[in-house]
């Protein structure tokens, strides 16, 4: 498989590396991560917001994260350099934490058989003596030139509730929130009031739509596990400047010298221009997955 790599200087991100492969264009950095902060199919615009946040000194980009510990939700963030290493299918972004505890992270990108397949592995380490319950979560932040869209769980179950959404702070009525029979869907209209929805995403998978372009996650949703948000495995957000998805993974415990695991497949596609909140539109997606 011929896949390629490339160091560069970014004036946002400082440095990075150029990942080439299968029809795919990515720019990870390195100076902190892992993170993927530009995503290109043939000539396709980069879908990711790229920017830098003052107040919160923060980057953006695709970006993988732990929850350590339900009863006081630590979060591990992404802001250590980054070692890159070309795997025999793909790419290896490493990076090693210490503190509170020593757990080591990484991102593999692999590229598929298929021309339009690529996989994206988060997988922590435990590196300490003692088993560590965690649970790993990405976040893609999207240009706001589109919406953000999850199905709803149509599998009904007789013993407890079958749909469940949880809402951060936010208005059902709120006229940039979607919620049909079928999908859930987030537009932005620049405004700087948050907006945050999750739900039980049983078919595993969540897209952002612009134009006439779609990009797609899939994953895999455990129903009988424990999940940071209960029993919600992808959260939507509209922001002032950019979309955002969120994926969970179940809560492990991970033994000493153990890993686990989030696996993501990304995709891209074409589509016919589909409005936010047309249901009969947004059934024409369950055909690209």
């Not at 946040?53 to 979060?75: C, P, Q, S, W």
């Not at 298929?114 to 088993?131: A, F």
């Not at 059902?172 to 079928?182: E, H, Q, S, V």
């Not at 589509?271 to 055909?287: K, R, S, V």
Request: aromatic share 12%; glycine share 6%.
């Amino acid at each position: 498989m011929n896949i390629s790599l490339q160091e560069m200087m970014d004036e946002l991100y400082g440095h990075c590396v150029l990942i080439t492969g299968e029809g795919y264009e990515l720019i990870a950095a390195v100076d902190y991560g892992p993170r993927i902060v530009s995503i290109r199919r043939g000539e396709s615009p980069n879908l990711f917001y790229n920017s830098y946040n003052e107040e919160y000194r923060r980057f953006y980009g695709h970006k993988m994260r732990l929850t350590i510990d339900k009863a006081n939700n630590n979060v591990y963030f992404d802001d250590s350099p980054v070692q890159y290493s070309l795997l025999e299918d793909g790419v290896r972004l490493l990076q090693t934490v210490f503190q509170p505890l020593r757990l080591e992270l990484s991102m593999d990108i692999i590229f598929g058989a298929e021309q339009n397949s690529l996989m994206v592995v988060h997988s922590v380490k435990n590196g300490t003596d003692e088993p560590v319950k965690l649970s790993i979560y990405t976040e893609s932040p999207f240009i706001i030139e589109g919406f953000v869209v999850a199905p709803q769980n149509i599998i009904p179950e007789d013993t407890r509730p079958d749909r469940i959404l949880d809402l951060w702070g936010s208005k059902w009525t709120d006229k940039r929130l979607f919620i049909g029979d079928r999908f859930i869907s987030l537009l932005s209209d620049g405004s700087d009031s948050k907006l945050k929805i999750g739900n039980n995403n049983t078919d595993g998978w969540c897209g952002f739509i612009s134009g006439n372009t779609a990009f797609i996650k899939k994953y895999i949703h455990n129903r009988a596990a424990l999940y940071p948000v209960p029993r919600c495995s992808s959260v939507l957000a509209t922001h002032r400047d950019y979309l955002s998805i969120q994926t969970y993974s179940p809560f492990y415990m991970i033994e000493p010298e153990e890993s686990a695991r989030h696996v993501e497949n990304w995709s891209f596609a074409s589509t016919e221009a589909i409005g936010y909140n047309n249901e009969t539109q947004l059934e024409g997606l369950l055909n690209i997955l």
